[in-house]
């Protein structure tokens, strides 16, 4: 088993930045992509950004391709997402996930572990 845990939610004036920070404790973390995905209220939940376990590979959201950039330190089991010229369409829950390492997937349904989210709020 692995356990996520996001953090570094928060308030922030459109424009801003935030870096959201995901911990993952259990099995170690080598060998896992990992994720994070958000959801709007009333909306589904959608891939924002994926990382390989290596740090090696990236993917990204065409929302957010340019604008956000996923990382990782292994060694100390954490993935990070930091966030610049954020938008109100950027508000969410954000959630960090992970699988076996694998292909690199936009798919929810092929991630096995999840957090339980940081809320991000973008003011206009």
């Known amino acids: 088993q692995v356990q996520l845990v996001e953090s570094g939610g928060g308030l922030v004036q459109t424009g801003g930045s935030l870096r959201l920070s995901c911990e993952a404790s259990?099995?170690?973390?080598?060998?896992?992509?990992a994720a994070w995905f958000r959801q709007a209220p009333g909306k589904e939940r959608e891939f924002v950004a994926a990382?390989?376990?290596?740090?090696?590979?990236?993917h990204y959201a065409d929302s957010v391709q340019g604008r956000f950039f996923i990382s990782r330190d292994t060694g100390e089991n954490m993935v990070y997402l930091r966030m610049n010229s954020l938008k109100p369409e950027d508000a969410a829950v954000y959630y960090c996930?992970?699988?076996?390492?694998?292909?690199?997937?936009?798919?929810?349904?092929?991630?096995?572990?999840w957090g339980l989210g940081t809320q991000v709020t973008v003011s206009s």
């Open positions: 996930a992970a699988r076996r390492n694998g292909p690199l997937t936009t798919y929810a349904d092929d991630y096995d572990y």
């Open positions: 259990g099995r170690t973390f080598i060998a896992y992509d």
């Open positions: 990382i390989g376990w290596t740090g090696g590979s990236t």
